[in-house]
């Protein structure tokens, strides 16, 4: 076997040159890819370093910022979504104008806003009807919607207390706290806001504000009124894209 796979055996011998093995050269073909590929390559990381760097140095104009977004949308014939600090902070300046800052609570949540507003200045026990007073408030916030809230998903939510109804045109507290919510829609909807934007909807006693387990005289009345209550939310909306269908021809 050494005389087979060595160059020689021991004694010196030569081993014949059919057993002899040479190497042949591997062949590098160029065919001019891996330059160019090269060279885009490091042209890009220059680009996108040239690009940090003036990033970094930068100091942005917010408002010049929302102006382009505003006609970037109108242009793509899209809808423009105004930032909802702007909102929060018109609705709080109306509230405290109208001195009701205490009955109607705003809340900056992940998803948008939430004014929640106690039945006490917007529907008695058992009524569907908005009061003067109510519609007054409504039709401001309306306005304020009209302006800073387009393209924004508004949802209007009825609540009612524990205390059930059951009458010819509330047959439950479901029929009641939907009929309050549609009260407000269609305010909304008369003001101008687009259709599309408005949801309404009927949450009956399911979510109380205030758990009246336990509660007696002024204490459970005060719970009650408070579970008695219009909660608006306002959220981005998320426009799904439909794909292009492919037909075959047969």
Same mark, same amino acid.
């Given at each position: 076997?050494?005389?087979?796979?060595?160059?020689?055996?021991?004694?010196?011998?030569?081993?014949?040159k059919?057993?002899?093995?040479?190497?042949?050269?591997?062949? /590098?073909?160029? $065919?001019?890819?891996?330059?160019?590929?090269?060279?885009?390559?490091?042209?890009?990381?220059?680009?996108?370093?040239?690009?940090?760097? @003036?990033?970094?140095?930068?100091?942005?104009?917010?408002?010049?910022?929302?102006?382009?977004?505003?006609?970037?949308?109108?242009?793509?014939?899209?809808?423009?979504?105004?930032?909802?600090?702007?909102?929060?902070?018109?609705?709080?300046?109306?509230?405290?104008?109208?001195?009701?800052?205490? &009955?109607?609570?705003?809340?900056?949540?992940?998803?948008? @806003?939430?004014?929640?507003?106690?039945?006490?200045?917007?529907?008695?026990?058992? &009524?569907?009807?908005?009061?003067?007073?109510?519609?007054?408030?409504?039709?401001?916030?309306?306005?304020i919607?009209?302006?800073r809230?387009?393209?924004?998903?508004?949802?209007?939510?009825?609540?009612? &207390?524990? /205390?059930?109804?059951?009458?010819?045109?509330?047959?439950?507290?479901?029929?009641?706290?939907?009929?309050?919510?549609?009260?407000?829609?269609?305010?909304?909807?008369n003001?101008?806001?687009?259709?599309?934007?408005?949801?309404?909807?009927?949450?009956? $006693?399911?979510?109380?504000?205030?758990? @009246?387990?336990?509660?007696?005289?002024?204490?459970?009345? &005060?719970?009650?009124?408070?579970?008695?209550?219009?909660?608006?939310r306002?959220q981005?909306?998320?426009?799904?894209?439909?794909?292009? /269908?492919?037909?075959?021809?047969?």
């Amino acid at each position: 076997m050494g005389s087979i796979l060595g160059g020689n055996n021991k004694k010196g011998e030569n081993i014949p040159k059919r057993y002899e093995f040479k190497s042949s050269p591997v062949e /590098v073909h160029d $065919d001019g890819e891996g330059n160019w590929l090269v060279s885009y390559a490091d042209m890009m990381t220059l680009l996108w370093g040239f690009f940090v760097i @003036i990033t970094i140095f930068s100091t942005p104009d917010a408002s010049k910022f929302e102006k382009l977004k505003e006609h970037t949308s109108q242009a793509m014939g899209g809808t423009y979504q105004r930032p909802l600090n702007e909102l929060t902070e018109e609705l709080e300046q109306v509230f405290a104008e109208m001195n009701i800052n205490q &009955d109607i609570r705003i809340e900056n949540l992940i998803d948008g @806003i939430k004014l929640t507003a106690s039945s006490t200045r917007f529907f008695a026990s058992g &009524d569907a009807s908005l009061s003067t007073e109510s519609k007054s408030i409504l039709e401001n916030i309306g306005k304020i919607f009209q302006d800073r809230a387009q393209g924004y998903k508004i949802i209007i939510e009825g609540h009612t &207390d524990d /205390v059930p109804i059951n009458t010819k045109e509330f047959p439950s507290n479901w029929e009641l706290s939907l009929r309050r919510s549609s009260e407000v829609v269609r305010l909304f909807e008369n003001m101008g806001i687009p259709h599309a934007d408005l949801r309404p909807v009927g949450l009956s $006693d399911i979510e109380p504000m205030k758990e @009246i387990s336990g509660l007696s005289g002024d204490k459970l009345r &005060d719970a009650r009124a408070q579970n008695r209550r219009i909660v608006i939310r306002i959220q981005k909306q998320i426009k799904a894209i439909k794909a292009p /269908v492919k037909t075959e021809k047969i």
